[in-house]
């Protein structure tokens, strides 16, 4: 799995809180993409957007950085966050399930994931197989990490080498 992979450059990395800072816009507008809210990423990166996409994003910044008595094993993240996710989609939402995944995460000290709107379909079809979500995720944290996020630094490729 790639989740696996990028573990311990998360782990060793100096600068998450730096990560994080970059992780959340677009985290945020792909969750909102997901449930068909028209906004663009641009105006979320200078913060120009309306009231209810401006609260999401201050809730979803103060969320994801606060402490939490969550435990989330390294070794079964992916399938401990997907059981989750799958269960609890339908009565709390997606945009806070998706935030509380990460959040979840992030208080573990471990790599958040972007859920990806062009991938909507895939992530419907997942909602009710958590193995499906397992893969799902997976798939996710690779885009999150290597392909849209660009991390690829030499540091992470020698990890992904080993």
């Known amino acids: 799995m790639f989740y696996d992979k990028i573990l311990r450059k998360w782990i060793e990395s100096d600068n998450v809180e730096d990560l994080l800072n970059k992780f959340l816009p677009k985290f945020v507008y792909c969750s909102l993409r997901l449930d068909n ?22 809730f979803c910044s103060s969320v994801l950085k606060l402490d939490s008595n969550i435990e989330v094993n390294a070794n079964d993240a992916l399938q401990s966050v997907s059981r989750f996710y799958c269960s609890s989609y339908y009565f709390l939402g997606g945009r806070i399930s998706r935030m509380l995944v990460n959040h979840a995460l992030i208080a573990n000290n471990l790599p ?7 991938d909507k379909e895939e992530h419907d ?6 193995e ?20 690829k630094s030499k540091t992470l490729n020698y ?4």
């Open 37 to 58: 809210i028209n906004t663009t990423f641009e105006n979320i990166k200078i913060n120009k957007v309306d009231k209810a996409v401006k609260s999401y994003m201050d």
């Open 112 to 118: 958040p994931i972007i859920f990806f709107y062009n």
């Open 125 to 130: 079809l997942s909602l009710h197989n958590i």
């Open 132 to 151: 499906k979500m397992v893969e799902f995720l997976d798939k996710q944290a690779y885009k999150t990490w290597m392909k849209d996020y660009n991390m």
């Open 159 to 162: 990890f992904l080498d080993k």
